[in-house]
């Protein structure tokens, strides 16, 4: 397959406004999958690597207004997190909300923290996106509650300037310690502007359809049982282990 490289990725498709469709793939299909990718899909590649990994450490209210806004479908719902790149070290504060016709918005600063908190600007900013969306941030505090890690490859496909990611090798964890995995499936994410892309009506016909699963709010339901997940109780059902 051939390469792009991030200058290049991010210049044809950074899609910061983008409409995202999740896929639950069994790890077993995968090869399978990316033997089949269409033509023109060019795989990233830095310093010679194609699998980077990622380390998400999301942050909530006391109340986890953001994880209840998930649970519940609200139209209008956020998610913050320091994200970090562990490969190069860099990390950032991220701030994703919902747009028009459900497209998601992330907007990010950089962030020079240790991760226990997001830091007076990381605070600033996430405020400023929030109410920016129509999303009152008056009296929210945010604390770190919960950490993922995986692997990811990314994809690009330049029919429709679209982006196609591969999450693999994922874990979460609670400041406590407490883990969860789910080691026999794959993320594929496709990230495109509205229409589906090439790699979408792949998917949908070697029979798989967008599932329900948000890094997060997926991730914490599964360490903790006593919030409501019923939108989510198939996926923690088939795919998570402790």
Known sequence: MMTI??????SEAALLTRLDRKYLLPAAELPGLLERMPAGVRMLEIGGQRSFAYRSIYFDTPGL????AAATGRRRRFKIRIRTYLD????????????ARGVTVKERIPYDGDGSCLGSAGVAYANDVLAGAGISPEGYEYRPVMATYYRRATFYVPDTGSRVTVDS????????GSTTRMPDSVVVETKSARAASDVDRLLWS???RPARISKYATGLAALRPDLPANKWHGVLHRHFTS
């Not at 490289?5 to 991010?10: C, D, K």
Request: glycine content about 10%; aromatic content about 10%.
């Open 169 to 176: 090798d994922l874990a979460w964890m609670l400041p406590d």
């Open 5 to 10: 490289s991030l200058e290049e990725l991010v």
């Open 88 to 99: 190069s070290g860099l990390d950032f504060v991220e701030v994703k909300t919902r747009g």
């Open 206 to 208: 070697l029979g798989h």
């Open 65 to 68: 207004d953001s994880y209840r």
